[in-house]
């Protein structure tokens, strides 16, 4: 059996929260509380999950942009939380982001030729001719022009400007690319095109996503499989055809009824969820979604769930299928 590209373990990140004069900590936000998946070479995996559950954070977490408070990150086969800082600048080679904000996540001080030639200067990989020549080939990979080198960020739209995040996301010929929601922050009408960009380098160069996103008909398009989140758990995870048509978890089946379908004449069942999402400081006591579900049952209240698989490829966290 092949080894897994990544392999997450019961990650998780908790942040302090401190009061006082002393800053004494009082409590932790838990962020992501425990997540484990799996990501075979190759493929997409999508995270979705409302504003705050974690998916951006697990994110970081995967790349070691975070120092975890427990838990182990494998990728292919080395634990990268047991790596000094030498071996990890070398691993960056192999692991990169692509960030939500275009406008936030490039220098604006630098041209976009300095932008893609500074991994290259970091990681000491070829001269100067041969680094004018791969900043030239990384342009015309997420169909920008050579000229577009010599321009400065802000000469560019949102949509040029994710382009110029990806080309420098793809630089060092990486196996891993985390997406941290990167088609959120354009306009609809640009978003297909970034993901039909993604996708097409996905085949042209091999690469594995990590996919976040907020929204499910993005995650559709783009992924393989999808794990939903809620409150820093992983509740579901199946492959992406399965989770649309069998959802299983009642948070997921939520979600899914909030997506728009262009068929003005279906009929679709809308669940609406009551109260808040809890406190990550706070959460609730047995399953973290209880609060707000509409099948609870008293097991619900005081057993926290499992993620257990249904079928092979198909896990739940629900009492409602493994009790």
Known sequence: MSVPLLEVKGVKKYFPIKRGIFSKTV??????????????????????GESGCGKSTTGRLVLRLLEPTAGEVFFEGQDIYKLGSDQ??????????????????????LTVEDILVEPLVIHNIGAGPSRRKRVKELLELVG???????????EFSGGQRQRIGIARAIALNPKLVVCDEPVSALDVSIQSQVLNLLLELQDRLGLTYVFIAHGLNVVKHVSDRVGVMYLGEIVEIADSDELYLQARHPYSRALLSAVPVPDPDAKLERIILTG?????????????????CPECMDICKTRQPVLRPLTEKHLVACHKYHQ
């Open 27 to 48: 409590g932790n936000i838990r962020a992501v509380d425990g997540v484990s998946f799996q990501v075979n070479k190759g493929e997409t995996l999508g995270l979705v």
């Open 88 to 109: 990890l600048n070398k691993l960056r080679r192999d692991m990169q982001i692509i960030f939500q904000d275009p406008y936030a996540s490039l220098n604006p001080r």
């Open 144 to 154: 920008l022009s050579d000229y577009h080198g010599v321009r400065y960020p802000h």
């Open 276 to 292: 808040d999402v809890p406190s990550p400081a706070n959460p609730p006591s047995g399953c973290k979604f209880h609060t707000r």
